[in-house]
């Protein structure tokens, strides 16, 4: 939906627009509302035929006699489905006298349909407007005949009672009395008419099948991609000129794969501490102070990893205080958070058992460490706290530097605060089984696991009377991260298909790109000295296989378009390409189809095709769609 109304809304089509949207579902008489009747002059229905009756326009003057209509006792398709068994199955006193008068308790065509919601989207729309009145489907019949074959300059007849309102066709008879909707509309002065319109984001996930079919008979070629693309290429033609190499595409998760994230993010965080812990008592020959810096080193290093590797998929809490914050800021559910704790404490275990046995440990043995004292708890309270307003802080203004703010802030802990900064409930109870350096007595945990808490909540009431709208940020908490019911912002990878004018092998590239690329890549034309238009003999031949680039406008290959791309493919613009440092370019030497005949076109269509394909599995098979493993290799007849 989003592709169509994006590729409408960036078109000269635009001003004169009206988008609408059914949701459709049994409605009528039998919904759980009983609607209201139709404005038909009490009568039951527009045309003088009752529903069931047997009686139809079929075959007049025969077929409006009572038994004598269509299917009434037979069908084609079906010894058992006709008029009278449909119309006997939805109300039952119809079958006592099937051809006889319509019984009153039965569902005539004199109530409206629609129970569920209407979208409508135009320039026309009235901002935020949700419309209480009642129609069918003929209704936007209605609107398409008052609004738009109205006779120009005349006033419309809003409610149908307005016996001066100048006539209009009606396409139905039903329509006649069917309800304009014209209140979700403002015709006369449209605050968004002239509103500039920008490129409008990807659908979240584009469930539209895009099959393989037949060949059309003599085109010669074994791709035909369908109508689907005419408007997916349209989509992409109308938003070259506001290309950004930043557009994004969406995705969602499950809890379940984001509770294992947190789990074996845990894991490792866990591992990290206690192993670079028993390296570095090792290794520094009973200097303590040296031992303490290797294990904040590679702690620190390690968070900024695994924050990175984690973050995008839950958020990389790996801690209970930060979870339990979370949802007090509304960023989890109870339930979520509660499986993310879980998954918190049981992967720091984990994470304390592979640091074991990597060193030729005991798997698990109580610490002898001992943590106790004012001092320590207050520095655990200072710890929590200070990595809360870390987190907080950056999430909502710098959220890509969480990762080295957190790995940075708990690196200068370990050295500032008389605890070593732990700052972490999972971990802390993880480091009681664990009597290396890195570890802590059993009876010290209670006290620390309590001032960590303290802390973070205590840091979490602060910012949320800094941050007023501090809610609106926590369900990405560290890092954006994708639930359910939210989506992730990723950016997306673009191929930009140069030549010189933009009007043939650059149009074609661009669009079997397109045709295979899942959300995550995408492709956008230029040329270094544009055409008018998209040569006619580029469009018949991608015609023939199901692309219509009729409406592709060619536009200019300027330096920012280049240096917003990924990777630039030339096709034959040479010198008159831009230059970007950096920036992957691979050149595809192929004849300029303009002029030739459409057998030489064929060919340079089926040569591109093949290269695409080729670029796709090559350089991008994470973003294209199973159709291209299938796609069958074109040759021209």
């Not at 008029?83 to 009153?104: E, M, R, S, V």
């Not at 046995?357 to 460490?369: A, I, R």
């Not at 089984?433 to 209670?446: E, K, Y």
């Amino acid at each position: 939906m989003s592709q169509v109304v994006n590729a409408v809304r960036n078109s000269k089509f635009w001003n004169d627009t009206i988008i609408l949207f059914t949701y459709d579902e049994h409605g009528g008489f039998y919904d759980h509302v009983q609607p209201p009747r139709a404005r038909q002059g009490h009568a039951p229905n527009p045309d003088g035929i009752s529903p069931g009756q047997c009686a139809d326009l079929s075959n007049p003057p025969t077929s409006l006699q009572p038994g004598k209509g269509a299917e009434c006792s037979s069908n084609l398709l079906s010894a058992t489905d006709t008029t009278t068994k449909d119309a006997a199955d939805l109300c039952p006193q119809f079958a006592l006298d099937p051809t006889g008068p319509f019984p009153a308790a039965c569902a005539n065509f004199d109530q409206y349909g629609i129970r569920v919601p209407f979208v409508a989207i135009s320039p026309f729309s009235k901002p935020s407007y949700v419309s209480h009145t009642v129609g069918d489907h003929t209704s936007i019949l209605a609107l398409i005949e008052t609004i738009f074959m109205t006779p120009a300059g005349a006033k419309h007849d809003d409610q149908g009672d307005d016996e001066d309102a100048p006539a209009h066709p009606h396409l139905t008879k039903r329509d006649q009395n069917a309800n304009t909707l014209e209140d979700m509309f403002n015709f006369t002065t449209s605050t968004s008419l002239n509103t500039k319109v920008g490129v409008a984001l990807p659908p979240a996930q584009d469930c539209t099948p895009v099959r393989q079919v037949s060949p059309l008979p003599g085109n010669g070629s074994g791709l035909m991609p369908g109508p689907i693309l005419v408007w997916k290429v349209s989509a992409t033609s109308f938003g070259m000129a506001n290309h950004n190499r930043d557009i994004i595409y969406h995705m969602k998760s499950t809890l379940p794969r984001r509770v294992i994230a947190e789990f074996v993010g845990t894991a490792f965080l866990v591992a990290a501490v206690i192993g670079s812990g028993v390296m570095a008592e090792r290794l520094s020959a009973g200097n303590v102070a040296i031992a303490l810096l290797a294990n904040s080193i590679a702690t620190g290093a390690a968070l900024v990893a695994i924050i990175l590797a984690f973050g995008g998929i839950s958020g990389a809490h790996f801690n209970p205080a930060v979870s339990i914050s979370d949802m007090l800021a509304g960023g989890l559910s109870r339930g979520e958070a509660a499986f993310y704790v879980a998954a918190q404490f049981f992967g720091g275990l984990i994470g304390t058992a592979v640091a074991h046995l990597m060193f030729s440990e005991p798997v698990y043995s109580l610490s002898q460490h001992p943590r106790h004292g004012v001092g320590q708890l207050f520095s655990e309270f200072v710890a929590a706290f200070g990595l809360m307003a870390v987190i907080w802080g950056c999430s909502r203004s710098r959220a890509n530097m969480v990762p080295f703010a957190v790995a940075a802030y708990i690196t200068a802990a370990y050295w500032f605060t008389a605890s070593t900064s732990f700052a972490n409930p999972a971990v802390t109870l993880a480091r009681a089984f664990s009597n290396t350096f890195a570890g802590i007595r059993f009876q010290d945990v209670p006290g620390f696991v309590a001032a960590q808490f303290g802390g973070a909540l205590a840091a979490t009431a602060l910012f949320r009377w800094l941050l007023p709208n501090l809610a609106g940020q926590a369900e990405n908490l560290l890092m954006p991260h994708p639930t359910e019911t939210t989506e992730i912002n990723t950016k997306m990878r673009t191929y930009v298909f140069a030549c010189v004018h933009n009007a043939g092998r650059s149009q074609m590239a661009a669009a079997f790109f397109n045709l295979y690329a899942q959300p995550g890549c995408q492709a956008i034309s230029a040329g270094t000295e544009p055409a008018g238009q998209v040569h006619p003999e580029v469009v018949a031949v991608m015609k023939e296989i199901g692309i219509d680039l009729s409406t592709a406008k060619p536009q200019r290959l300027t330096e920012e378009v280049a240096s917003n791309a990924h990777v630039l493919v030339t096709m034959g613009c040479g010198e008159a390409c831009p230059f970007v440092p950096g920036l992957r370019v691979i050149d595809w030497s192929l004849p300029d189809p303009k002029g030739k005949a459409l057998d030489a076109v064929r060919k340079i269509r089926d040569e591109i095709h093949e290269r695409v394909k080729n670029l796709l599995k090559d350089d991008c098979a994470g973003c294209c769609s199973d159709l291209i493993k299938s796609a069958p290799q074109v040759t021209s007849s």
